[in-house]
């Protein structure tokens, strides 16, 4: 029981985190106007794929190599993965200088580093979240989850009352914040743990392959995912406006409040689907699982229906059209949201092409959709239709797969 009240005393904080980051919203958004805003929008569209290929998934493997191999081994995984992802990130930057010339679009290098040490630190939280949440280190975990949305907002202010309310300057404040988290971790935990290097007989060029040979055969899935949930940015920047890219982003910002909810409840589950699967207890594994997607609709539900009231309250008249591209995205958001519960089962059983294979299907489905809007009447409210209609698509398929691996571990069938 301590475990379980721990798991949601995490997820309390976290969720509480992140609503008093969400808050900051009508505060952003007022400051910036909806051309900075469309701009912010934009970096942190690459911000999202710069934490994929920084951090490898590694958040993904770490759980199976802390239940499957020993306490020691997750440590391990996760300090080499950190530094492969320092390692990485160096390189990404001096990558980009040499590019910067050769795009159709201009950055400065002092944005690039910005929008690059972003992605690393929140890389970082991703990773070190990951090993808290195996180990059941909930206390300094929630601390810290929660000191990272107040300390974003408080530098948020700062910058934005001593500066001015620019892109680069929110990226900076969510850079610092996410920093200071992470040292906080390191001092009152990570330095206490002393790693036995004895234990593991892999060099540590095998130990980054490793790492490396698994986050590139989910690049498919999460680069699919990726572009299946961005690149509309991108198309409305250059058919409509970015001042639209900003509304547009606002909206997304509103429909991804269900999003990270759910997400803070579903990493607190993966714990216990883990262990629940280790034990081949398939039946806990399908409530958790049922409940969840339950749960995710009611909540959609009543959001959905509480919005529009407070919406006009909160933000300017210059937004108001977020508001319905909200009613649009959100049938997209409750597949996501459900979806994610069903990968569990395939990461532990590292069916990592089947998963790969589900997000590049759901990709083509997206751009064959954003193909035929791009040629027909091109709209923000028809790229939304096109999101909600693949993401469906990758839901029923993850449920089919993630029902038929059960199944033949269940019958006895399954191959490592």
């Given at each position: 029981m301590k475990k379980l009240a721990g798991a949601a005393l995490l997820s309390v904080g976290d969720i509480l985190g992140k609503l008093i980051g969400f808050l900051i919203l009508p505060y952003l958004t007022s400051r910036m106007g909806t051309v900075e805003y469309g701009i912010l929008t934009l970096y942190l569209s690459f911000i999202q794929i710069l934490i994929i290929l920084i951090s490898f998934s590694g958040q993904g493997?770490?759980?199976?190599?802390?239940?499957?191999?020993?306490?020691?081994?997750?440590?391990?995984?996760?300090?080499?993965?950190?530094?492969?992802?320092?390692?990485?990130?160096?390189?990404?930057?001096?990558?980009?200088?040499?590019?910067?010339?050769?795009?159709?679009?201009?950055?400065?290098?002092?944005?690039?580093?910005?929008?690059?040490?972003?992605?690393?630190?929140?890389a970082v939280n991703v990773i070190n979240l990951s090993h808290l949440r195996i180990s059941q280190t909930y206390r300094i975990a929630t601390i810290g989850q929660f000191a990272l949305s107040v300390m974003n907002v408080v530098f948020t202010v700062i910058l934005f009352t001593v500066l001015t309310g620019s892109a680069i300057n929110r990226l900076i404040a969510v850079s610092f914040s996410f920093l200071f988290v992470?040292?906080?971790?390191?001092?009152?935990?990570?330095?206490?743990?002393?790693?036995?290097?004895?234990?593991?007989?892999?060099?540590?060029?095998?130990?980054y392959k490793e790492i490396f040979l698994?986050?590139?055969?989910?690049?498919?899935?999460?680069?699919?995912?990726?572009?299946?949930?961005?690149?509309?940015?991108?198309?409305?920047?250059?058919?409509?406006?970015?001042?639209i890219v900003g509304v547009y982003g606002l909206a997304l910002q509103l429909s991804s409040i269900l999003m990270l909810f759910f997400t803070v409840i579903n990493q607190a589950c993966q714990p216990f689907i883990y262990r629940y699967l280790n034990s081949g207890d398939f039946k806990k594994v399908r409530k958790v699982q049922l409940g969840y997607a339950i749960i995710v609709l009611f909540s959609a539900l009543a959001y959905s229906i509480i919005l529009p009231i407070v919406f006009p309250w909160l933000f300017n008249s210059k937004f108001n059209d977020a508001l319905k591209y909200f009613t649009y995205l959100m049938p997209g958001t409750v597949f996501m949201c459900i979806y994610y519960i069903y990968t569990h089962a395939l990461f532990f059983y590292k069916r990592n092409k089947k998963i790969s294979l589900i997000t590049a299907s759901s990709m083509i489905v997206h751009l064959l959709g954003i193909l035929i809007v791009v040629n027909t009447n091109i709209s923000v409210e028809y790229f939304c239709v096109v999101y909600a209609i693949s993401s469906g698509f990758a839901c029923g398929a993850t449920i089919l797969f993630c029902n038929k691996q059960l199944k033949e571990v269940a019958n006895n069938k399954y191959v490592a």
């Open positions: 493997l770490l759980p199976v190599k802390f239940i499957q191999e020993s306490e020691t081994a997750g440590l391990i995984f996760r300090r080499d993965n950190i530094n492969l992802g320092i390692v990485i990130s160096i390189f990404l930057f001096l990558i980009s200088l040499l590019i910067k010339p050769f795009l159709h679009f201009s950055i400065s290098a002092y944005d690039l580093f910005w929008i690059i040490f972003a992605a690393l630190v929140q992470q040292l906080l971790y390191s001092f009152f935990i990570y330095s206490k743990l002393k790693i036995d290097n004895s234990k593991t007989t892999l060099s540590l060029v095998c130990r698994y986050g590139v055969s989910l690049w498919p899935h999460h680069g699919s995912y990726w572009i299946k949930s961005t690149i509309d940015r991108f198309f409305i920047a250059h058919y409509l406006s970015v001042s």
